[in-house]
């Protein structure tokens, strides 16, 4: 197919760029263990959006579908943790958008005819997915035909995968084109009249000088306010709807990390001199190091300069065989050994053919295509003709495969090694993880001395004495406090050290333990005060390098919280608001009948600080900060006239406008459109999640994940 192999090579730019496609984990956890309950719908509902009920094999199957082509794109046959996750994560907002605005759009008898969607993907003005997939690199162009040579090869030899991952792209195409017309909708019925136009401009052109003496909430000593019980009930109910809460989960735990140990990293050491008799006997050191060490085989040579000093030292002035090290780097102990020297060019110019094994249906078919196609040409055949006819890279097949100008490490390793070590004008077949590629080396550049290091490399790991005795600290611990005293008590017995962590229902992991999803579980389903479990019925889990064990310290539900559970928010709150009392209380006295902010600075024993140019438009005050109650004031404060004491965020403050300034805009259209552009863009940021807060939404999501 024309432009396949262009898709799966930009599919994850497009996903982030265009569709805002993410790719994450699948475990299903509880779920297996739960029984044949499950097999109710009630049981399988996994979510309900806006009364519209989504069952878990419905979602399960979006996911693989995605997930699939997810593994067209990268050419990957397995899926990490983080990846199945993300892929969940997309299919979710997608149900999102199907569920909610596409239940708006429909109300409103808004849609995508076949028409426009054709205008989309082949007319004048492609949608930028289009654009991205289909988009020359080199010019910034979308060739047309090149859109067209892709669909009818749709038609004629797409696998079914290729053909379920087109009309994921038209799904996605159709559905961006459903949210832009609501929200150009939306946007179209918001106005600005003139007369806000003009009290903006004059509000802009005001500009504000002032003094003003600030008495901080620090200044006062919490011993020095008295607070009572009554005192909180009475804020607390006077102001419920600010102590809103989510559904959380709080944890304490302790970990014990599996680090190498001396003995660890006297064994690597020791592994990689015992090594080196072998190494020095072997003729094939690609072969040798991709079957014994950490790192594969880098078929790339390197110049002096790009070598460190140590290094580029010892290889231009060994030979072929010789050792340097064992050396130690990056907690890796490497022993290098010089595998080629050769005269390369640090430039070079290419054409090629690529044929891809998923196109044609087959690695075999792949390699068989691409060597008869060498063979034509060897007998006599064009080689630009036929990449223009039978290339998948559609960047060079409109050029006759013509790659140009393109330096060392510009292409993959086995591609460079054709391109930059082939002879002028010969033939080359390569396989890489685009496909098989047809090479032909045209030009190079100036040759200098370059050198291949075979390195054998082995990472620096604990042992399995070492896991075992750290395994052993963590069971002895982990019987010998199984309650949330016992817990509490060794960890300050021992000195261990503690951390905490609140977590939500749908996190994915705690900060700072990989792929920890089955302590988020554990902290749902264990009870406030004991030791958390996992699955096996173990109070140990083990993330990564580190045990860990837990404790389920605090339980949250969503709703307003109790006044116990706001007591210390509360508390602070109130603090600040008898702070804020005492201190106006001494501002309103010391400024008693005085205009002269000096004379009331110095009764306070303080200073009288200065602040120019704030208007209403101001979103902070320098020196200050984050102060809308000072901007308010001092914008709408006569000159010369001393405020009110001002209960503000850091502090109380007293001020004075000194002068104003003018400024000088006064275009009066510019600002009208200034300020619809600022609502449209404000309300396109917003439609969705308006839409979202008006439906319900039920998530149950981590009851399988």
Same mark, same amino acid.
């Given at each position: ?6 898709? +799966? %090579?930009?599919? #994850? ?10 790719? #994450?984990?699948?475990?299903? !956890? ?132 290729? *053909? ?14 459903? +949210? ?35 008495? %901080? ?16 009930? =009475? ?26 140990? /001396? ?61 340097? #090290? ?53 007998? !006599? ?40 070590? !082939? ?16 090479? $032909?080396?045209? $030009?190079?550049?100036? =040759? ?20 075992? @005795?750290?395994?052993?600290?963590? &069971? ?21 050290? *503690? ?6 229902? %749908? ?8 792929? &920890?999803? /089955? ?9 406030? !005060? @004991? ?14 390098? @580190? ?13 307003? &919280? ?12 109130? +603090? ?11 501002? @309103? ?13 110095? *009764? ?10 704030? %208007? ?23 000159? #010369? ?40 863009? +404000? ?16 998530? $149950? ?5």
């Amino acid at each position: 197919m024309a432009t396949l192999q262009n898709i +799966r %090579n930009r599919g #994850g730019l497009l996903v982030a760029i265009v569709i805002g496609l993410a790719l #994450g984990a699948f475990i299903l !956890g509880d779920m297996l263990n739960s029984g044949s309950k499950l097999m109710k719908p009630s049981q399988m509902k996994i979510a309900e959006i806006d009364g519209e009920s989504v069952q878990y094999p419905d979602f399960q199957k979006k996911v693989e579908e995605l997930s699939e082509i997810y593994k067209m794109n990268t050419q990957k046959n397995q899926i990490d943790e983080n990846t199945w996750e993300q892929i969940r994560e997309q299919v979710w907002q997608e149900y999102l958008q199907e569920n909610i605005l596409g239940k708006a759009t429909e109300n409103l008898g808004i849609s995508v005819s076949a028409d426009e969607l054709f205008d989309l993907v082949q007319g004048n003005n492609p949608h930028p997915i289009i654009q991205q997939l289909f988009k020359d690199p080199k010019t910034g162009q979308v060739d047309k035909s090149t859109i067209l040579q892709f669909l009818k090869s749709l038609e004629t030899n797409a696998t079914p995968q290729q *053909k379920a991952y087109w009309l994921y792209i038209e799904g996605q195409i159709k559905m961006d084109r459903l +949210r832009t017309k609501y929200n150009s909708l939306v946007s179209k019925g918001l106005y600005v009249t003139s007369d806000e136009a003009k009290e903006s401009l004059s509000a802009k052109n005001k500009n504000t000088n002032f003094q003003y003496i600030v008495l %901080n909430y620090a200044s006062v000593a919490d011993s020095a306010v008295k607070v009572s019980d009554s005192d909180l009930k =009475e804020y607390y109910n006077k102001h419920k709807n600010e102590y809103k809460q989510e559904k959380t989960r709080k944890i304490e735990y302790i970990t014990f990390e599996v680090l190498p140990s /001396a003995a660890d990293n006297a064994a690597t050491q020791k592994w990689l001199n015992d090594s080196k008799k072998e190494f020095a006997s072997i003729s094939d050191n690609q072969q040798y190091i991709n079957v014994n060490s950490d790192t594969p085989f880098d078929p790339g040579f390197s110049k002096k300069e790009e070598l460190s000093p140590e290094i580029a030292a010892w290889a231009f002035s060994a030979q072929p065989g010789d050792f340097y #090290g064992p050396y130690f780097e990056n907690n890796v102990y490497k022993l290098a050994k010089i595998d080629q020297f050769k005269m390369l060019p640090d430039s070079a110019q290419a054409s090629h053919i690529l044929i891809n094994p998923q196109t044609v249906g087959s690695v075999d078919k792949a390699r068989a295509k691409i060597d008869s196609i060498k063979k034509l040409i060897e007998n !006599g055949a064009n080689f630009a003709e036929l990449a223009r006819k039978f290339s998948e890279d559609p960047g060079s097949a409109a050029k006759g495969g013509d790659l140009g100008w393109f330096k060392r490490k510009q292409m993959v390793p086995e591609f460079e090694e054709a391109a930059f070590s !082939g002879e002028i004008n010969k033939l080359y077949v390569v396989g890489t993880r685009f496909g098989f590629h047809l090479i $032909k080396p045209t $030009k190079k550049g100036k =040759e200098t001395n370059q050198v291949r290091i075979a390195t054998l490399s082995r990472k620096v790991e604990p042992g399995t004495e070492t896991y075992q @005795k750290i395994y052993s600290e963590t &069971s002895k611990f982990a019987s010998e406090n199984q309650t949330a005293e016992a817990f509490n008590k060794s960890v300050i017995d021992q000195k261990l050290d *503690k951390k905490m962590a609140t977590l939500k229902e %749908n996190d994915r992991e705690v900060a700072g333990l990989e792929t &920890s999803r /089955a302590l988020v579980k554990a902290a749902y389903s264990g009870d406030q !005060g @004991k030791v958390l479990v996992n699955n096996e019925g173990s109070t140990i889990f083990e993330f990564g390098n @580190k045990f860990v064990i837990g404790v389920l310290t605090g339980i949250t539900e969503e709703g307003t &919280s109790t006044f116990e559970e706001a007591k210390i928010r509360v508390d602070l709150a109130v +603090r600040k608001e008898k702070k804020a009392q005492m201190l106006a209380g001494k501002l @309103k006295n010391a400024a008693s009948g005085q205009t002269d902010l000096s004379a009331v600075a110095s *009764k306070l024993s303080t200073d009288v600080k200065e602040a120019s140019g704030i %208007n209403f438009n101001s979103f902070s005050i320098p020196s200050i900060g984050f102060e809308p109650a000072v901007i308010g004031t001092v914008c709408s404060l006569a000159e #010369g006239k001393v405020s009110v004491p001002i209960e503000g965020n850091n502090g109380v403050y007293l001020t004075k406008v000194t002068s104003f300034t003018t400024g000088t805009d006064n275009v009066l259209k510019a600002e009208k459109t200034r300020l619809a552009q600022t609502l449209s863009s +404000r309300a396109g940021g917003q439609i969705f999640e308006s839409l979202k807060k008006v439906a319900e939404i039920e998530d $149950k999501r981590a009851k399988f994940y």
